[in-house]
């Protein structure tokens, strides 16, 4: 059973939750956005991102505001970068860059890996398996023979202390 409503509320009713939320963090996510990407970018992910928690309706169940906020705008932004990838670029390549907006640091490539290396052996394994496996909680919870909750409450510490991490 999912632990959200059937139906998404209204966005006159989900809106208060996601004002709250967006007051709350935007300017954290921001922040974070401005250090990897060019700061246009980083406002249209900060926007998109709003948008996208309105239009989910789950602003008012979110438990860990920051890892969910991160999740949707690096989600956002991996999908630009795909659309951008498929695109020929116009804009010729500049050291360090090879989208318009997205480095191609190493060394921030390598401190990711680190954080999820680091991450305790049960959050890391259901991390890896829905992030790069792309399985389902319900799956997920059968291969590991573990509870649908089991994942969600692993899945979410997990991207809380990816977060956490992120902001040191």
């Known amino acids: 059973m999912s632990k959200f409503p059937a ?17 709350g963090h935007a300017a954290w996510l921001r922040s974070m956005l401005r250090r990897r990407f060019e700061p246009d970018l980083a406002e249209d992910l900060v926007q998109d991102t709003y948008l ?14 920051r890892a969910f906020l991160w999740r949707v705008a ?8 795909r659309r951008q990838s498929r695109r020929p ?13 997205f480095p191609a640091d190493q060394a921030e490539q390598l401190m990711l890996k680190q954080i999820i290396l680091d991450l305790p052996e049960p959050l890391r394994q259901v991390f890896l398996l829905s992030r790069v496996g792309g399985l389902t909680y ?5 291969h590991l023979n573990i ?22």
Do not use: Q, Y
């Not at 139906?7 to 709250?20: G, H, L, R, Y």
């Not at 989910?56 to 860990?64: N, T």
């Not at 690096?74 to 970068?81: K, P, Q, S, T, V």
């Not at 319900?138 to 059968?142: M, P, V």
């Open 138 to 142: 319900e799956s997920i919870a059968r």
């Open 147 to 168: 509870s649908v909750k089991t994942v969600e409450w692993r899945m979410s510490k997990a991207l809380a202390r990816c977060a956490e991490r992120l902001e040191d």
């Open 89 to 101: 670029s116009a804009e010729p390549m500049r050291d360090g860059v090879t989208e318009p907006g």
């Open 74 to 81: 690096a989600n956002l932004a991996a999908d630009m970068g």
């Open 52 to 65: 996208r928690v309105i239009g989910s309706g789950r602003a008012a169940d979110i438990r860990h505001p």
């Open 7 to 23: 139906s998404p509320p209204a966005p006159e009713e989900e809106s208060p939750a996601a004002d709250i939320l967006f007051r």
